[in-house]
């Protein structure tokens, strides 16, 4: 279980995935059965459609809203595409385009077919879309809403579902492509070029592509040398206070690749944490060490801030918690590798290096 960008877990829906897999222990299990109570209940964000803006960054003002690309797109249609659940996807018309996952929705408006877009899901939090209607929570679509809408083209990824609503949308003649999850930085560019492609559009997405790029390695450029020779070790934690979810963030995690690209070390990975996510414990912590912690803001406010998270257990004698050291970024933009991706940089840089951290 990855919790992503669209605060899910991979794959099927967490309770889905809770039922198929054999029982692994008591606690494996309450695990499993509170994070999934807090994501579907609550779409990982406290019943709100909207994230709300970090403390005092105005790189995160500004990343509520995408940056189309200059120019509308002219689509050469139709196409067909290979949908990542083995399916040929024939698109012909863009004129009604539903994304069911915050991260495509992002890459979508910014391609240039803002206007297009008819609906969105819980996690496309940025202005442009905020008006749009609703059809999926935590991964969970509403197939007929979805198809009240009569779209043309319905974007999904693996992290999508029930797979009945999938199917109900496709036998209802929709053409509906798969597109495989983000992980990384290195998946940024493909995703943009998967959708850029199904949307007839291929050279914008390569003129997307480069932008994005040249962004993320601009902003590497600012980061400061380590002048005693040491990264920062940087803990991604995971916090809903409201629902008592209190993980601490491993190799797969989905934070590793944007906390390497800021020239920290993902503290939870080093310490030998090697899935995504695992129960805080005061040992995990010790072990991990961390000199910061990141984390979404939501979850930061869950807590009630830098006092309500050094009472959780193990945090307070870190070093990270001794310094009061936390960075903190939007849920919805965290995890995107999208065309943000450069400013969800540029916030951790900023606030890790800043003098004291952002919790002093």
């Known amino acids: 279980m990855r919790i992503s960008q669209d605060f899910?877990?991979?794959?099927?829906?967490?309770?889905?995935?809770?039922?198929?897999?054999?029982?692994?222990?008591?606690?494996?299990?309450?695990?499993?059965?509170?994070?999934?109570?807090?994501?579907?209940?609550?779409?990982?964000?406290?019943?709100?459609?909207?994230?709300?803006?970090?403390?005092?960054?105005?790189?995160?003002a500004d990343a509520d809203r995408v940056e189309p690309l200059a120019g509308a797109?002219?689509?050469?249609?139709?196409?067909?595409?290979?949908?990542?659940?083995?399916?040929?996807?024939?698109?012909?018309?863009?004129?009604?385009?539903?994304?069911?996952?915050?991260?495509l929705s992002e890459i979508v408006f910014t391609l240039g077919f803002g206007k297009q877009v008819v609906a969105r899901d819980i996690t496309a939090t940025f202005e442009q879309a905020e008006k749009l209607p609703v059809v999926t929570r935590a991964h969970d679509v509403?197939?007929?809403?979805v198809l009240s809408l009569k779209p043309t083209i319905v974007l999904a990824d693996t992290t999508t579902g029930p797979s009945e609503a999938?199917?109900?949308?496709?036998?209802?003649?929709?053409?509906?492509?798969?597109?495989?999850?983000?992980?990384?930085?290195?998946?940024?560019?493909?995703?943009?070029?998967?959708?850029a492609e199904a949307l007839g559009v291929p050279s914008a997405g390569t003129e997307?592509?480069?932008?994005?790029?040249?962004?993320?390695?601009?902003?590497?450029?600012?980061?400061?040398?380590?002048?005693?020779?040491?990264?920062?070790?940087?803990?991604?934690l995971y916090l809903r206070g409201s629902a008592s979810v209190y993980l601490l963030g491993g190799a797969e995690s989905g934070a590793s690749s944007l906390l390497e690209a800021a020239g920290a070390v993902d503290a939870g990975k080093e310490s030998g944490l090697d899935k995504d996510f695992t129960a805080i414990t005061s040992e995990a912590l010790a072990k991990a060490a961390p000199d910061?912690?990141?984390?979404?803001?939501?979850?930061?406010?869950?807590?009630?801030?830098?006092?309500?998270?050094?009472?959780?257990?193990?945090?307070?004698?870190?070093?990270?918690?001794?310094?009061?050291?936390v960075v903190t970024?939007?849920?919805?933009?965290?995890?995107?590798?999208?065309?943000?991706t450069d400013r969800v940089l540029t916030e951790i840089v900023e606030q890790l290096y800043a003098k004291g951290g952002k919790g002093r």
């Open 8 to 60: 899910a877990p991979t794959g099927p829906d967490a309770a889905t995935t809770a039922r198929r897999r054999p029982a692994r222990g008591r606690a494996a299990t309450a695990l499993t059965a509170a994070v999934a109570f807090a994501l579907v209940l609550t779409g990982c964000g406290g019943g709100s459609d909207a994230a709300p803006k970090s403390a005092s960054a105005k790189s995160s």
């Open 208 to 236: 997307l592509k480069e932008r994005t790029e040249k962004r993320i390695a601009d902003v590497q450029k600012s980061i400061p040398d380590h002048t005693d020779g040491k990264k920062p070790r940087v803990a991604f």
């Open 329 to 340: 970024v939007d849920d919805g933009v965290l995890l995107n590798y999208g065309p943000r």
């Open 142 to 145: 509403s197939a007929e809403s």
């Open 166 to 195: 999938i199917d109900q949308i496709r036998d209802a003649g929709i053409p509906l492509l798969v597109v495989e999850p983000a992980k990384g930085l290195s998946d940024v560019g493909r995703r943009i070029d998967t959708v």
């Open 292 to 325: 910061a912690i990141l984390l979404m803001t939501k979850g930061f406010e869950s807590v009630g801030g830098m006092d309500g998270l050094v009472k959780i257990p193990g945090i307070a004698e870190t070093p990270a918690g001794m310094d009061r050291r």
């Open 73 to 103: 797109p002219k689509p050469k249609l139709p196409v067909t595409v290979d949908s990542a659940d083995g399916k040929k996807v024939t698109i012909d018309s863009t004129d009604r385009i539903v994304p069911l996952t915050g991260s």
